[in-house]
């Protein structure tokens, strides 16, 4: 006799409440309704609910489907007004209400100053605006950049400042296939920063610090004294820091990207796995303690108050957040006999954290954290069981290869989508560094433990140092392998949903032995091939002029087909981080494959291009013009590098259809330039303030000199 099949929403109850919270979510953020508007939606909803149990039995009973779908309606509403709530645009009192540049602002640090390479960073909260006499209490947030003058050490957390300076509307950099910072900032409610020389704020004699943060915060920087103080070299300090509490700062910007390149940066960024290691640790140690023992309510009060400090300690990420959530109904969970279903949890944990910040469905973290997690519990099992092997250890190895592929089944589609690439040798990799890296966790803590006894620590120091050096130099000779990385890999939403569609098809038909999640794998697949052929052709007859945003240096790309030519700063071919940031994405998502000069492009001086039909004058030093007897016609003219020109002087010598100021030149130069360019009615763009500049050229049979 065959056992039933239980569906997914019966073992998952609170995937039925999940679903439509999301697509409230997604539905609030893109459409944006006016609040009028969702609470008329209630209001109409619920009557209609109501009224249906007034219903006659029998009738109920042959429409119960509209019960069901009207709850879904509600929870759908109740999914837009929390993602309205939480946009602090909707706040009457906020910032961007009433601040002009000309308002003095009074600010709260939210947070201890964080050193960067060229500055002093904190977030800070707004407490008033004032504005001639008026003093008007305001919320929002602000990123204060502070310049390294000796008067920022005596800022503390909770220290109010007055800033005269004016604010600047943070934005994209517009270049093509870039982060959407903007959008990230405004998650966390900042839509604003500032960068701060010693003359532009006062320190106020007030400080309104939360006991509560001020313990954490102290707590984190006890913690970091201590690991500075016992672990030499700053690669392996800056490794111990993140692996044991999240701080990111330190780390060295290559080893994080050999680190992602061989599919393990999630050992340096604090997540499920860590919390975990956590939990096991708890239960060993208040399993050894007698009166803590003895008692389930201690033990499930001392574990949680433990686990969530960690996830607070750390900056309580979103899958932090996920890790802590699920630990926390697994704990009560196992000690007081009410179990459920892992699938259950997931979704309520879910719906738990979307409730609380709808903006965590947009984290990577969080669409990573679920879905691994998804991956381990549905195909780690059956991966599992492929295999049978009788040793003990050669067992324990399968096992963590077995957990290792099964959450990489779910999450890779959306690595790639996000990141561009895939990790080839993650499964050996993974089965190195996560063992190495718990071991490394464990000593770390004992370090933290025994850090009054300086003799002791100084010994366990040195054998983080040593666990922490011999994983780097693992990962480093990892990465060297040629073909360690599949990189550049061009994705996009549509690609995306495919592969999805193609990976949980094969996956059902393997787990269910159905022809039919086979059939639509194939249909699936058909598609994929032929969206990425279409892309393809689409990508091989570009033409295309970019002036990317990067701020203080000249990028220019000439796009043709596949290929580009760059004209610019050689550093930014040098520095891999300004490349990966700022060019990388772009030339990822218009699929170029290499650098090359005999593209069709006609060079005269170095300076005057033509691309195709297009003529372009590249003007990135101070010339001297004599003014001809016939202007001379230019499609555009790009300034750069601070030129010292006049646009009138310009304008007398050539009959330009568009003048483009790059990212190059300082903004009060460019201020100028735009002033003279609407006094001479000419067409300008500026790429600071509106972002990264990209034309579509006609190319003509034009051989390259």
Not at 479 to 508: E, H, M, R
């Amino acid at each position: 006799m065959n056992t039933p099949i239980i569906p997914v929403w019966k073992k998952a109850p609170f995937l039925r409440l999940l679903l439509p919270l999301i697509a409230g979510i997604i539905l609030q953020w893109y459409v944006q309704f006016a609040l009028h508007y969702i609470l008329l939606s209630v209001i109409c909803f619920l009557i209609a609910f109501i009224l249906f149990r007034f219903l006659p039995i029998a009738i109920r009973f042959k429409v119960k489907g509209i019960q069901g779908f009207l709850l879904q309606l509600l929870i759908i509403v109740f999914g837009l007004f929390i993602t309205w709530q939480n946009d602090i645009r909707n706040e009457k009192n906020w910032l961007g209400n009433y601040y002009t540049d000309s308002n003095y602002i009074i600010l709260k640090l939210n947070e201890p100053l964080v050193e960067k390479s060229k500055s002093f960073k904190a977030e800070a909260s707004i407490a008033s605006i004032i504005d001639g006499d008026k003093n008007i209490s305001c919320t929002g947030k602000v990123l204060l950049y502070f310049s390294k003058d000796s008067l920022v050490n005596t800022l503390r957390y909770g220290d109010k400042i007055l800033l005269s300076k004016p604010l600047q509307r943070i934005k994209n950099s517009g270049n093509p296939g870039a982060f959407n910072y903007e959008r990230y900032a405004g998650f966390q409610h900042i839509f604003h920063n500032v960068f701060l020389k010693e003359k532009d704020w006062v320190k106020l004699n007030i400080n309104e610090d939360n006991w509560f943060k001020t313990f954490i915060f102290n707590a984190k920087e006890k913690i970091l004294r201590i690991l500075k103080s016992n672990i030499k070299g700053d690669t392996e300090l800056g490794v111990s820091e993140a692996l044991l509490i999240g701080y990111k700062e330190d780390l060295d910007k290559d080893l994080v990207q050999a680190y992602s390149n061989t599919g393990v940066v999630h050992i340096i960024a604090i997540s499920g796995l860590h919390l975990g290691l956590i939990y096991v640790m708890l239960l060993w140690l208040f399993n050894k303690i007698p009166f803590i023992k003895k008692s389930k309510i201690v033990k499930v009060i001392f574990v949680l108050t433990c686990l969530w400090l960690f996830s607070i300690l750390t900056g309580a990420s979103a899958s932090v957040l996920r890790s802590a959530v699920m630990f926390t109904c697994i704990v009560i969970g196992e000690n007081f006999a009410k179990k459920s279903s892992i699938y259950n949890s997931l979704a309520a944990s879910a719906f738990l954290l979307l409730c609380y910040n709808p903006y965590f469905l947009w984290d990577v973290g969080f669409q990573l954290s679920y879905l691994a997690v998804l991956g381990i519990v549905l195909l780690q099992p059956p991966i599992y069981r492929c295999w049978l092997i009788k040793n003990k250890w050669l067992d324990k190895v399968w096992k963590l290869t077995a957990v290792s592929l099964a959450a990489q089944v779910l999450t890779f589609p959306v690595c790639i989508y996000y990141f561009h690439q895939f990790p080839n040798l993650f499964l050996f990799t993974n089965l190195v560094a996560v063992p190495l890296s718990s071991i490394i966790l464990f000593v770390e803590i004992f370090l933290i433990a025994f850090a009054w006894i300086p003799a002791v620590a100084v010994y366990i120091g040195k054998v983080v140092h040593w666990l922490i050096w011999l994983m780097n130099e693992i990962i480093l000779g990892i990465n060297k392998l040629p073909f360690a990385l599949w990189d550049k890999i061009s994705a996009n939403i549509y690609s995306t949903g495919l592969l999805y569609a193609i990976v949980i098809g094969i996956c059902a038909w393997l787990l269910n032995k159905r022809k039919a999640y086979f059939k639509v794998s194939l249909v699936c697949l058909a598609m994929f091939f032929a969206l990425t052929a279409f892309n393809s052709w689409g990508t091989k007859n570009q033409k295309k002029l970019i002036v990317y945003n990067v701020p203080g240096y000249q990028a220019i790309d000439i796009v043709y087909g596949n290929n580009y030519k760059f004209i610019g700063d050689s550093i930014l071919l040098q520095d891999s981080l300004l490349q990966n940031f700022h060019l990388k994405p772009g030339r990822i998502s218009l699929q170029l494959k290499q650098q090359v000069n005999n593209i069709p492009i006609l060079f005269e001086n170095g300076r005057f291009l033509q691309a195709g039909t297009k003529k372009i004058f590249i003007l990135d030093k101070t010339l001297l013009f004599e003014q001809p007897l016939e202007k001379i016609d230019m499609d555009y003219i790009i300034i750069s590098k601070n030129a010292k020109v006049y646009i009138e002087q310009l304008n007398k010598i050539f009959n330009c259809k568009y003048y483009i100021f790059d990212a190059s030149n300082s903004w009060w130069r460019i201020d100028k330039w735009e002033r003279d360019c609407e006094q001479l009615h000419l067409q300008y763009y500026s790429v600071p303030e509106k972002g990264a500049f990209e034309m579509d050229l006609e190319y003509e049979n034009i051989k390259a000199k």
